[in-house]
């Protein structure tokens, strides 16, 4: 990976992701950019503050930006800098990953001690326009390494243009064991399922270059299944790749699964499915 972006309003969820975020960074040797983008206030937009104020504005909003890439920076041993927008967050973003040609978007979710909400509005609209791996890291899960990484496989998305390449690095550079995990819906519950000739052919032949393992194993529900995949394993990591007809495809489109409860939460690295939409 050459560069990795951060989303960043300043919040504790950000914050936290950012940290995240240069840790990676500082492992895999990756630039890193501080991406902000906000809107102007009701009455600078109406035209109620003047130009002068405005500019004002603007220039606080970069000078506190740059001071978080200094610091960060310094803190890290990193090459960082900050962009700063002031219109629409994913519009800006996206339009900035393409120019950037990004490896790697990186942003922080809202939690609270009862229930790991897997996907914000924002966070939703971004996995759907950016064509890059998403990485979504929850705001009360600070970075501590990553020894583990939980690939839920799904065989109808398994494309070498869903960017395997972010995930195979990190877990060379981190020396991760990654495990390549499923769901069989029509197993019995917690019973191992073998797994096909077929598909250790394919999975093989794209992770070739990194060790891995397999475990397929029943359970009625996919979301519950994942959640226990990730316990079971320990995960450090959840990788996912979305589709249209499959769990990660039903929480985006809103469903009454949008929820997946976890006792350990785990960030979540979402690549692209080119043949999603």
């Not at 939690?111 to 909400?117: A, D, S, V």
Request: with cysteine; proline share 4%.
């Amino acid at each position: 990976m050459n560069t990795i972006i951060i989303a960043t309003d300043y919040s504790p969820a950000a914050t936290n992701a950012l940290q995240y975020a240069a840790n990676v960074a500082s492992v895999v040797k990756a630039d890193l950019v501080l991406f902000n983008s906000y809107h102007l206030s009701p009455h600078a937009a109406n035209g109620l503050v003047s130009p002068t104020a405005i500019e004002q504005m603007i220039e606080q909003n970069n000078s506190d930006l740059q001071k978080l890439a200094d610091e960060t920076a310094k803190k890290y041993g990193l090459k960082v800098s900050g962009v700063s927008k002031t219109s629409d967050t994913i519009g800006e973003l996206a339009q900035y990953v393409a120019d950037r040609n990004a490896d790697l978007v990186v942003m922080g979710m809202e939690t609270n001690l009862i229930e790991y909400e897997l996907f914000g509005n924002t966070t939703t609209a971004a996995i759907k326009r950016l064509n890059c791996p998403v990485l979504v890291v929850p705001s009360d899960v600070p970075f501590k390494g990553i020894g583990k990484i939980l690939y839920a496989y799904e065989h109808t998305c398994l494309d070498q243009d869903n960017h395997l390449n972010v995930m195979k690095e990190i877990a060379r550079k981190f020396a991760a064991e990654l495990q390549i995990f499923h769901v069989d819906t029509k197993a019995k519950e917690g019973v191992a399922v073998a797994v096909e000739e077929s598909v250790i052919d394919t999975v093989d032949g794209l992770l070739e270059d990194v060790d891995h393992t397999y475990s397929f194993v029943g359970y009625p529900k996919i979301g519950e299944g994942i959640a226990r995949g990730v316990e079971a394993f320990e995960a450090d990591l959840l990788v996912m790749v979305p589709h249209k007809t499959g769990f990660l495809e039903s929480l985006l489109k809103g469903s009454n699964t949008r929820s997946m409860t976890l006792k350990t939460r785990v960030p979540l690295l979402v690549l692209p499915n080119p043949n999603m939409n």
